[in-house]
C-alpha cells in the first residue's frame, strides 16, 4: 500500500492509538495499517468480548429497519453484506429466511413492499432474492403451526462475529500494527499536537507510556467513559445502552434454513441454526442502565423468546431446553427514540481537537455489517490529520483465511480434504471453517490425526489450542472455547475444566500478561 508510515520503533510515537477491540476498533485499526499509518490498538479485555461476541451473528441489511425510514442504512448495509462474503467465505456465508405470515401483525402487502426493496436497494448480485412458500407442502413448512398456511423466504448472511473481530485485528498485525489485549487505557493527556498515554495491564497492573498523534475511542458501551472519565473531556453526544439476548437450544427442525417470525409488538425473532445441530434464538430490545461488564439475560427476556417460538412453531419449547444464553450491550446513537427498537443502528463521528491540537475521534453506534465502511469513513475523517495516508484499499481485500478461489467454500474444503487425506470429514470442515486457507498453517508438519495432539472435546484437538495460543492473543481458557471458537458448547464440565489445568501448565497467562 502507499503511504507514509513512521513506525513507531523509530519515532516513539504512533499515528494513531485506537482504544477498544471490538468490531469497529479492530476494523479501523487494519485500514489504517493498510494505508501505511503506525497503529497501536488496546483492549482492556479480550478481543470482541464485549458487544461483539454477543450478536446475532448476522451479516444483514436489517430487513426491520426499512419500518423506520433508515433507507441508507440499509443500503451501505446490503452492499457490504456481498463485500464481507467475498472477503472472508470462510467464516460468513449464504442463509436463508423463512418468515411465516401473520396477518395480525403486518398486512402482506407491507411485508412484500419490503422485502421488494431489501431485493432491489443494495445492487444484491450473488444471493438469490426473495420467493413465496405455502407452507402446507413446502418442506420448510413442515415445523410450523398449522394455522400459518404463507411464509416469504429472503436471503441474508450468517458471520462468526468474534471471529471477523479476530481476523481484522490478524490483518491489522500483519501490515505493522501492534496489538494488545488485556491492555487499559487508563490516562490520557494533551500535550499541544500529541497525546501522553498512560497503558495498565489489567491482569498484571504493569504501566507504561506511550505517545501518538490522534487517539481513536471504539470503545463501545464505554465511549463516553473513555471521552470524560480518560481523557477528561466534555461531549454533546452519547450512546444509549439497549440489551439484547439470545437462548441456544437443540435444533428442532430439519433443514439448513433460519426462520424470522413477527410479535404483536412488532418485535421480529431469529431463530438460526447453529453449529450444526444447535439453534440460536434472539434478539430482545431491554433499555439498559447497568454496567456492561454485568449484563446477563434475565427471566423475562427468557420467557419472552421461549413464548414468540412457540407461538409459530409446532415443537413447544420449555426453559430446560436451553443449553446456554447470553446477552450483549448494544452501544447505539442516542437518537431519542421513546422505543428501543427504533433507535437507530447507524453511526456518527465526533472529532475533539484539530489546529495544532491531537485530535480525538470518538465513534458512537454501528453494527456489525457495516463495520468496513464505517472504517473508511473514520479514516476520511481523520484524512486533514494525515494527508499523506494512503487510499481506500479494503473494499477488495480478503480478509486472513479468505482467499478462497471463487469464494467456493465447497471447493476449498473438498481441495482441503484430499490434501490431508488422514483428516476426518468433520474435523477438516471445522478447520476450513474457523481458519480457511489457514488451516495449512495449524496443519503444516502433521501426517495423522495423532500428530494433532490430545483430545480436549469433540473437534478439539491440542495442536489447535496451541494455534490459538501462539497466532491469536489466545490468553485465557475462555478466550479459546468462548471466542476463538465454539467449542465450550460442545464439552462437559470435566473436559472444560481439564482443558483450564492443560491452559494452566503451558503458563500461558503470566507470559503473555509480561509479554
Known amino acids: 500500500m502507499t503511504g507514509v508510515k513512521d513506525v513507531s520503533a523509530q519515532t516513539g510515537i504512533y499515528d494513531l492509538l485506537v482504544i477498544g477491540g471490538g468490531v469497529n476498533g479492530a476494523g479501523i485499526a487494519r485500514d489504517a495499517a493498510g494505508r501505511g499509518l503506525s497503529v497501536l490498538l488496546c483492549e482492556k479485555d479480550d478481543l470482541a468480548q464485549g458487544t461483539s461476541s454477543r450478536s446475532g451473528k448476522l451479516v444483514h441489511g436489517g430487513l426491520r429497519y426499512l419500518e423506520y425510514y433508515e433507507f441508507r442504512l440499509v443500503r451501505e448495509a446490503l452492499i457490504e453484506r456481498e463485500v464481507l462474503l467475498e472477503a472472508a467465505p470462510h467464516i460468513i456465508w449464504p442463509m436463508r429466511f423463512v418468515l411465516p405470515h401473520n396477518p395480525a401483525d403486518r398486512p402482506a402487502w407491507l411485508v412484500r413492499l419490503g422485502l421488494f426493496l431489501y431485493d432491489n436497494l443494495g445492487g444484491r448480485k450473488r444471493l438469490p432474492g426473495t420467493r413465496s412458500l405455502n407452507l402446507r407442502t413446502a418442506p420448510e413448512g413442515a415445523p410450523i403451526r398449522k394455522e400459518y398456511g404463507k411464509a416469504f423466504e429472503y436471503s441474508d448472511c450468517w458471520v462468526d462475529d468474534s471471529r471477523l473481530v479476530l481476523l481484522n485485528a490478524l490483518d491489522a498485525h500483519s501490515r505493522g500494527a501492534t496489538v494488545m489485549t488485556r491492555t487499559a487505557c487508563s490516562q490520557v493527556r494533551r500535550e499541544g499536537d500529541l497525546w501522553q498515554v498512560e497503558l495498565t495491564n489489567t491482569v498484571t497492573g504493569e504501566k507504561r507510556g506511550v505517545t501518538a498523534r490522534c ?93 414468540s417460538v412457540n407461538r409459530y412453531f409446532k415443537q413447544q419449547l420449555a426453559e430446560s431446553d436451553i443449553i446456554h444464553s447470553f446477552s450483549g450491550v448494544r452501544p447505539l446513537y442516542d437518537d431519542n427514540a421513546e ?97 480457511g486457507t489457514r488451516a495449512s498453517e495449524l496443519l503444516a508438519g502433521a501426517a495423522s490425526v495423532a500428530d494433532l495432539g490430545r483430545s480436549f472435546g469433540p473437534h478439539f484437538k491440542e495442536r489447535e489450542a496451541r494455534f490459538l495460543i501462539e497466532t491469536e492473543w489466545a490468553v485465557e481458557p475462555s478466550d479459546v472455547l468462548e471466542r476463538r471458537t465454539k467449542h465450550g458448547l460442545h464439552m462437559n464440565e470435566a473436559e472444560k475444566t481439564a482443558f483450564g489445568q492443560w491452559f494452566r501448565e503451558q503458563g500461558t497467562m503470566t507470559k503473555k500478561a509480561s509479554a
Open 215 to 307: 487517539l481513536v475511542n471504539t470503545a463501545g458501551p464505554w465511549v463516553n467513559d473513555v471521552i470524560g472519565r480518560v481523557a477528561g473531556l466534555n461531549s454533546t453526544r452519547s450512546v444509549r445502552l439497549v440489551k439484547g439476548s439470545h437462548i441456544i437450544v437443540p435444533k428442532f427442525w430439519e433443514g439448513r434454513q433460519a426462520y424470522l417470525v413477527q410479535n404483536p409488538d412488532k418485535r421480529v425473532i431469529f431463530i438460526n441454526p447453529y453449529q450444526n445441530d444447535l439453534a440460536l434464538i434472539g434478539t430482545t430490545d431491554i433499555p439498559y442502565e447497568g454496567r456492561p461488564e454485568d449484563v446477563g439475560a434475565d427471566a423475562n427476556e427468557i420467557a419472552y423468546l421461549i413464548k
Open 339 to 435: 422505543n428501543p427498537s427504533a433507535v437507530t443502528r447507524d453511526y456518527i463521528f465526533e472529532v475533539d481537537g484539530g489546529d495544532g491540537t491531537a485530535p480525538l475521534l470518538s465513534v458512537f453506534g454501528g453494527k456489525i455489517t457495516t463495520f468496513r465502511k464505517l472504517s473508511e469513513h473514520a479514516l476520511e475523517k481523520l484524512k486533514p490529520f494525515f494527508p499523506r495516508m494512503g487510499a481506500a484499499w479494503t473494499s477488495k481485500a480478503h480478509l486472513p483465511g479468505g482467499d478462497i478461489r471463487d469464494a467456493d467454500f465447497d471447493q476449498f474444503l473438498g481441495d482441503l480434504r484430499a490434501r490431508y487425506r488422514w483428516l476426518p470429514a468433520d474435523l477438516a470442515k471445522h478447520y476450513a471453517r474457523l481458519y
